[in-house]
């Protein structure tokens, strides 16, 4: 094997991938989509594979299982050398699939993205467990049982023998990804492959999580392949570093070398695409990225001449739960917020997952029905919805989802889905509705060519931009963008974050940006309000809020940020491990709402935070 000159002097690795090729079929013959690979890892080192999507990431990680022969691609040449737990070296893509379930569990194990969809729903997680331990290491049930819950406390969930009799809709999305560590490691693998572990987690969750893998490396000694597009995270964990474009590994070294010194353009055009937390430290005002040389201005278009363009007072979103049909006990998603926004601003709404921030960006909207609170769009109380009230809040507040695949109609054309809003407030049809869609479509960065395309014949980027087209052709005054670029690629989300500022910079719009990346909600913002258990508890200007933190919990989010630099990964702050309380309360037990103090110009925390607590 030729891959190991990769490697400095030391043990024989553990795995060791020489000219890997694999190809799926299609209608003019097999598609090769990773191209003559080479790649090697030892016992108890991390090996980043970074690239964005397309790149040959995943797939590498289904050849190396083999669970590449159930997804319809097909192994077309190289060798796969792994070294098991008896010394013995074997060629995985030789071995028959019965013997790769030999393989897959006790030698190489896989964590993948999207922890729901990896577990059983109807399962209970402790029997999902024992299930694996049972398998692979032969223990009666009691036994394996017993293992599951001290897996759980290794992984750090409180009060494990409790958790085991919970399905996984009733964990949060951190607890559901750390279950899926614990059963990866049920059987005590010689090689974790973690394929995306992070992406859609919050930052402190993403920060418990990283830590966890590194501890757990440590003590069992395992090698670990990590996956990801988040140079953040591959400074944070990796030991090596593979760069992958469309296939083929364009770049290769150790993790201080990269980010040093990238040599090949690509893996520089990525770590120049990366948002690095402080870069607008000494900046009043967002700006965009930089791309290709052009060097952004500051984002000065707050209008401060007019009232707010949206004001929200004492927002109250509740939802009962209901045992036998009687009323048990109420989530507080969101209680009492008040915020507003100006013509050309952006407030950014950040929390992690169950803070109430999409809610309180879905009530706004109506997605879901507000208690209490009033809400106001440039002046006019549109609290109750009347037929004229509800025209005009669909017609100038428009909402940009995370996903926006999920978002449109794969039935429709793009071009028909932008046309939509204009056809639903007679704003335009036939021949002036189909001009207006072109000039759309040219607005964010699209040709009129793709209006005849379906959404499925798009990258996650366009389709992005289609979504925002829409939302741009009842001539809004407010977007929403719920999460808008949290699903793509560091260079895509740099490319729609610019537009959005574009946009704003020529059309006056006022945003409100619900977002848990802190590094871009810096580059966006003029202002940020954080929310915690359905309330706001720190609202102000962008850089008095991440450079002057008064609360605990903000500064706990901006602690938790990776750094996109090897050299800081060993940071003294100690992060905080406790995961964020329900917002699940009885009926007798209603949440008490902390008001806003002043601490600064425009700057407003939560009167409990005063000494650090929350």
């Known amino acids: 094997m030729t891959s190991t000159s990769n490697l400095p002097p030391g043990p024989a690795p553990l795995i060791d991938i020489e000219g890997l090729r694999v190809s799926f079929p299609a209608e003019g013959g097999p598609v090769e989509v990773i191209h003559n690979l ?32 159930y997804a319809g691609g ?34 190489i194990a896989m964590i993948f993205q999207e922890p729901m969809t990896s577990l059983n729903p109807v399962l209970r997680v402790g029997a999902q467990i024992a299930e694996a331990i049972m398998l692979h290491q032969g223990m009666d049930e009691a036994a394996a049982t017993a293992e599951a819950a001290r897996l759980l406390g290794r992984v750090r969930i409180a009060d494990p023998a409790r958790q085991l009799r919970r399905y996984p809709f009733e964990l949060s999305g951190g607890m559901r990804q750390r279950v899926m560590i614990a059963l990866a490691l049920s059987c005590r693998p010689r090689l974790l492959i973690a394929d995306e572990p992070t992406t859609a987690l919050d930052v402190t969750v993403q920060a418990q999580v990283l830590r966890l893998l590194r501890t757990l490396q440590q003590e069992t000694g395992m090698g670990m392949i990590f996956i990801t597009h988040d140079m953040g995270v591959v400074a944070e964990i990796a030991d090596r570093v593979a760069v992958m474009r469309l296939g083929r590994k364009v770049e290769e070294g150790d993790v201080e070398s990269i980010f040093a010194n990238p040599r090949h353009p690509y893996t520089q055009a990525l770590l120049a695409a990366v948002p690095r937390l402080g ?35 004492s927002l109250v979103t509740r939802f009962p739960v209901r045992r036998n049909f009687r009323l048990r006990a109420r989530i507080h998603a969101v209680e009492q917020v008040s915020l507003s926004v100006q013509p050309g601003e952006t407030l950014a709404l950040v929390g992690e997952s169950g803070c109430g921030k999409s809610t309180t960006g879905r009530s706004i909207i109506r997605l879901e029905q507000p208690e209490g609170g009033r809400i106001h769009l440039d002046g006019a109380d549109i609290t109750h919805l009347t037929g004229t009230t509800e025209a005009r ?17 794969p039935r429709l054309t793009v071009g028909f889905s932008i046309a939509e809003p204009m056809l639903t407030h007679n704003i335009a049809r ?82 409100l940006f619900i977002s848990h990346d802190m590094a871009v909600v810096e580059r966006v913002s003029h202002r940020v309000a954080v929310m915690y258990l359905g309330q706001i508890v720190e609202i102000g200007p962008r850089q008095a809020v991440f450079n002057f933190p008064a609360h605990a919990y903000t500064k706990k989010l901006l602690a938790a940020v990776p750094i996109p630099d090897p050299t800081q990964r060993h940071r003294v702050m100690e992060l905080d491990e406790s995961e964020v309380p329900s917002p699940l309360r009885a009926l007798s037990d209603p949440p008490i709402v902390a008001p806003l103090i002043k601490v600064g110009p425009h700057h407003f925390v939560a009167r409990h935070s005063v000494g650090g607590s929350y």
């Open 279 to 313: 870069a607008l430290a000494g900046e009043p005002l967002p700006r965009a990225f930089d791309i290709a040389g052009v060097v952004s201005q500051p984002q000065n278009t707050v209008r401060h001449d007019v009232g707010p363009v949206l004001a929200v007072e």
């Open 38 to 69: 080479d790649l090697t890892l030892r016992a108890g080192e991390t090996l980043a594979l970074v690239g964005e999507s397309g790149s040959g990431k995943s797939v590498t990680s289904l050849a190396i299982t083999r669970l590449i022969d």
């Open 430 to 511: 036939g021949a002036e509705a189909e001009r207006r869609v072109q000039a759309l479509l040219r607005e964010v960065g699209l040709t009129p060519e793709h209006a005849q395309r379906y959404p499925h014949e798009m990258s996650g980027g366009q389709r992005q931009r289609v979504c925002i087209a829409r939302a741009l052709a009842s001539s809004p005054k407010v977007i929403i963008a719920d999460e808008a670029v949290a699903a793509l690629d560091v260079s895509i989300r740099a490319q729609v974050v610019n537009l959005l500022m574009e946009l704003q910079s020529r059309l006056g719009l006022a945003m």
């Open 393 to 409: 809040l669909h017609r100038d507040v428009q909402f940009v989802f995370q996903d926006p695949f999920a978002s449109l109609n």
């Open 74 to 107: 097909s192994l077309t040449g190289g060798t796969i050398a792994f070294t098991d737990k008896t010394g013995h070296t074997r060629d995985l893509t030789r071995l028959s699939q019965e013997a790769m379930r030999g393989i897959r569990g006790p030698e």
